[in-house]
Antibody, heavy 120, light 109 residues
Framework: QVTLRESGPAQVQPTQTLTLTCTFS??????????VAWVRQPPGKALEWLAL???????FYRTSLRTRLSISRDTSKNEVVLTMTDMDSADTGTYYC????????????WGQGALVTVSS | SYVLTQPPSVSVAPGQTARIPCGGA??????VHWYQQKSGQAPVLVVY???ERPSGIPERFSGSNSGHTATLTINRVEAGDEADYYC????????????FGGGTKLTVL
């Protein structure tokens, strides 16, 4: 059974760095073709892909946010970590981690999401 | 990045057919996935690789993709189908990038 769960602060202050952790089970991120991604959703708005890390530890980022994002993994803990620097109120939203595969990049499994509010 | 265009809303009566378009330049040459997101919940994959259904998704859900438009079709619409629907593609040329459409709110009248 595949599960993913996001964890991190519910609130961060403007200009701070956000660190979110995705803890997963039921699969190995080192298995051929396996990937984990982060997707966010501002309140009342559309889904927005942020970053993806694959089984070979290759990393991909949303072009417009590339300078602010970093994705990494700890395969021994089954964790994927996303950091986003210089947080702003526009970054308020629900952050999801999701599993996909290199075969087609469809997100088959999602975490329940973590709501992050940027406010002083 | 690749732009996917969806109408903000689609309305349909119960038992009728809902068609949700997703427009993009030559989208017919790309692989499209569709997600259903009910209020307050995480998205759920309902169609992948243009027209395949994951296990557990009713046969009423289907997809097509040709030219500049991909379409999610929901036959015999039920009240429980009311949700936001998103299309999604992955591009690897020239740069790796993943795009979602703006989402379509399906209202069951």
């Amino acid at each position: 059974q595949v599960t993913l769960r996001e964890s991190g602060p519910a609130q961060v202050q403007p200009t701070q760095t956000l660190t979110l952790t995705c803890t997963f089970s039921g699969f190995s991120l080192t298995a051929n073709g396996m990937c984990v991604a982060w997707v966010r959703q501002p309140p009342g708005k559309a889904l927005e892909w942020l970053a993806l890390i694959d089984w070979e530890d290759d990393k991909f980022y949303r072009t417009s946010l590339r300078t602010r994002l970093s994705i990494s993994r700890d395969t021994s803990k089954n964790e994927v970590v996303l950091t986003m620097t210089d947080m702003d109120s526009a970054d308020t939203g629900t952050y999801y981690c999701a599993r996909t595969r290199q075969a087609d990049y469809a997100f088959e499994y999602w975490g329940q999401g973590a709501l992050v509010t940027v406010s002083s | 990045s690749y732009v996917l265009t969806q109408p903000p809303s689609v309305s349909v009566a119960p038992g009728q057919t809902a068609r949700i378009p997703c427009g993009g330049a030559n989208i017919g040459t790309k692989t499209v996935h569709w997600y259903q997101q009910k209020s307050g919940q995480a998205p759920v994959l309902v169609v992948y690789e243009d027209n395949e259904r994951p296990s557990g998704i009713p046969e009423r859900f289907s997809g097509s993709n040709s030219g500049h438009t991909a379409t999610l079709t929901i036959n015999r619409v039920e009240a429980g189908d009311e949700a936001d629907y998103y299309c999604q593609v992955w591009e690897s040329d020239p740069d790796s990038d993943l795009s979602f459409g703006g989402g379509t709110k399906l209202t069951v009248l």
